[in-house]
């Protein structure tokens, strides 16, 4: 059980041309090599806070995954609907961010999903979710 979902949330289909100055050059396609050569990733991205929730029901109860690695990006300090659907799932969920959220503005400092995920890494890049993969398959 070494499978992980990784969801990516508004805007972070932009990684690589999104304000590298806060988030790095890296596309996050490079970044899902790297992570698929150590791991089994699975990925999904979306704009849509629906989606995420979707793909949050429908993932969250298979045991075939080791967990999910969720950066919801804007939605983190908004989303009681996302917080409420990782509290609905039975799969562990990490929170990720690329950035130190608790170096920037005052308002990304409040996550709303925190309180039910299992953990939180945040600060060191795109390397965050090799973090989050490795605290959910050795944990």
């Keep these: 059980m070494n499978k992980v979902l990784i969801i990516n949330g508004p805007n972070?289909?932009?990684?690589?041309?999104?304000?590298?100055?806060?988030?790095?050059?890296?596309?996050?396609?490079?970044?899902?090599?790297?992570?698929?050569?150590?791991?089994?990733?699975?990925?999904?991205?979306?704009?849509?806070?629906?989606?995420?929730?979707?793909?949050?029901?429908?993932?969250?109860?298979?045991?075939?995954?080791a967990g999910i690695v969720l950066n919801a990006g804007a939605y983190t300090h908004t989303s009681i609907a996302i917080a409420d659907a990782i509290s609905a799932i039975e799969l562990?969920?990490?929170e990720v961010?690329?950035?130190?959220?608790?170096?920037?503005?005052?308002?990304?400092?409040?996550?709303?999903?925190?309180?039910v995920c299992r953990g939180v890494i945040a600060g060191f890049g795109l390397d965050s979710y090799r973090l989050g993969v490795e605290a959910l398959i050795h944990s």
């Design 12 to 65: 972070l289909n932009l990684l690589g041309r999104r304000e590298p100055g806060i988030y790095g050059s890296q596309t996050m396609e490079t970044c899902l090599e790297q992570l698929r050569q150590l791991y089994e990733i699975e990925y999904f991205q979306s704009n849509h806070e629906g989606a995420i929730i979707d793909k949050l029901h429908e993932v969250g109860f298979d045991r075939t995954y």
């Design 97 to 115: 961010h690329i950035s130190n959220v608790h170096s920037r503005e005052p308002f990304r400092r409040d996550s709303k999903i925190s309180p």
């Design 92 to 94: 562990p969920v990490v």
